[in-house]
Each structure stands twice: as structure tokens, then as C-alpha cells.
């Protein structure tokens, strides 16, 4: 297995999780149902940068699913990246509060500006939430002892590809066009390990019935592929169909990266 190994820290700004967002409104009336949250996966917004002198720029399209990202050494656009979200998990004051999904999801990421994918929505009883995480892994599609959920994951997934590895939790397809040279497409297969633990700061208060709260997570993937000579990623070498490897790709995010914003 090739080794593309991208351990973030708190030294490093915001790899990879930019932005959560928890929007919404509470019902009037108190009451001690608990309520609903839905949480949604979105890409950050583009940005630039300057490394040791040679600039990087990243851009979402605002009229087509893609993020083209363009180093010293030329152009990667992505068009499509696809990951498995394994869990998802709110913890609070009390053993009662807590929100866990049950079973994985496929994660189509938007790569429009401003689009949000849903991913998860369930009751959530009443409380007051600290902690939020989620886990994107692989999670062995190919298991004979797995069932249910995992068979019908396994479906929808190698409906798309069928020829996703079994090791792999993302992909990402796009093209790569050197600088003064031609455009060269890939479909690079990733054996991701993305954990986020956050704090959230203030807690979200679960206080009433019929309360209802989306919490948009905001990735960002230019900051997977950037380096910091100011190149960026050639992921044609990796190209699955050409190599049959799947690169390894480690990422943690810990507390004090993100921010957290209520809405109105």
C-alpha cells in the first residue's frame, strides 16, 4: 500500500474541518420531549494561500459540482469525492443525552458553493450537548458476518463503483493538468481515517418539544491535497485503475480547530 499520510495537529490551521455550523429554531413552549437534529456535510468556502513563495488558490463553483485547486506545478480539479461516514455522535450532560447514529452512511460531498447533503436526522432526548463527533472509516464491505445496514450500504456503493476496494472509506475522481502540459483524469481510491472531536462552544440546549437544530459540518478538502511548497496533489498517479493501490490517509481533528456558530 502507498502511504499518504496527512496527520493533522493544532499547529496546523483548520486542516481539513473548517467550519460546523448549528442553525435553526426552537417550537414555543416548554416541554421535556426532547427534539429533532439533523446533521449535514458541506464544503468550506475557497480560499488562497501563500507557501514559501509560490501561491496555492482553491475554488468552489457556484454552477458546477467541483473545486479546482491550482499549485506551482498545476491545476487538480475534483469533481466528485464520496466517503464513508461510520458514526456520528453528540454526548451531553448526562447519560440520558445523547444522539448516535445506528447505522453508516455514503456521503456524496457538495462541491457547489452553498449545498449541504444530509447525512443523519434523529431524536434526540433532553439535555444539554458538549461533544460532538464523527468517525469516516472503511468498514469492511466485503465481511461475510456483516448484515443488514452493511449489505445494503454495500449495494449502494458498488452500484456507483463497482469496483471499489473493500479497504477503501473515500474516493475522489477528477483530472490533473500539469503545468504547460495535458489534463490527465483519475479515480484515486483513499483508506481514510478522519476523526473529529469538538467541543461545542456554547452547548447546545435541548430544552423543549418539537425543538429542531441542523448541524452542517464544513470540510475542507483543498487543504487534503495542498502542500506546502506550494504544489498541489497529482492524483493521477494514483489513478486506481492504473496502480490498484489504495493510498492511506490519516486525519485528526482536535479541539479549539473549528468554530461554532448559532443561527437566528
Not at 172 to 189: E, I, L, M
Request: glycine share 8%.
Amino acid at each position: 500500500m502507498s502511504a499518504f499520510r496527512h496527520v493533522s495537529s493544532l499547529s496546523v490551521l483548520v486542516v481539513g474541518l473548517v467550519l460546523v455550523v448549528v442553525t435553526g429554531c426552537d417550537s414555543t413552549g416548554p416541554g421535556a420531549g426532547g427534539g429533532t437534529v439533523e446533521v449535514g456535510f458541506a464544503t468550506a468556502s475557497s480560499a488562497s494561500n501563500q507557501s514559501n513563495g509560490a501561491a496555492k488558490t482553491a475554488a468552489l463553483s457556484a454552477d458546477s459540482d467541483s473545486l479546482v485547486l491550482s499549485g506551482s506545478n498545476g491545476t487538480l480539479t475534483i469533481t466528485d469525492i464520496r466517503l464513508i461516514v461510520d458514526e456520528i455522535e453528540l454526548e451531553g450532560d448526562a447519560d440520558s443525552a445523547e444522539f448516535e447514529t445506528d447505522r453508516p452512511s455514503f456521503l456524496d460531498l457538495p462541491l457547489r458553493e452553498g449545498e449541504v447533503s444530509p447525512v443523519a436526522a434523529d431524536q434526540v432526548p433532553p439535555g444539554t450537548y458538549e461533544d460532538f463527533e464523527f468517525e469516516i472509516e472503511d468498514i469492511e464491505l466485503d465481511d461475510a458476518d456483516e448484515e443488514g445496514e452493511i449489505q445494503d450500504l454495500r449495494g449502494d456503493i458498488r452500484e456507483e463503483f463497482p469496483n471499489w476496494p473493500n479497504s477503501a472509506s473515500m474516493v475522489v475522481v477528477g483530472t490533473f493538468t500539469p503545468t504547460n502540459d495535458t489534463s490527465r483524469a483519475f479515480k484515486t481510491y483513499f483508506e481514510a481515517e478522519i476523526e473529529v472531536e469538538r467541543e461545542l462552544e456554547p452547548a447546545l440546549d435541548v430544552s423543549s418539544d418539537g425543538f429542531s437544530r441542523s448541524l452542517i459540518v464544513r470540510l475542507a478538502p483543498t487543504q487534503w491535497f495542498e502542500q506546502a511548497d506550494g504544489t498541489v496533489q497529482d492524483l493521477s498517479q494514483s489513478d486506481f485503475e492504473d496502480t490498484g493501490q489504495v493510498i492511506e490517509f490519516e486525519a485528526e481533528f482536535e479541539d479549539g480547530v473549528s468554530e461554532i456558530e448559532f443561527g437566528d
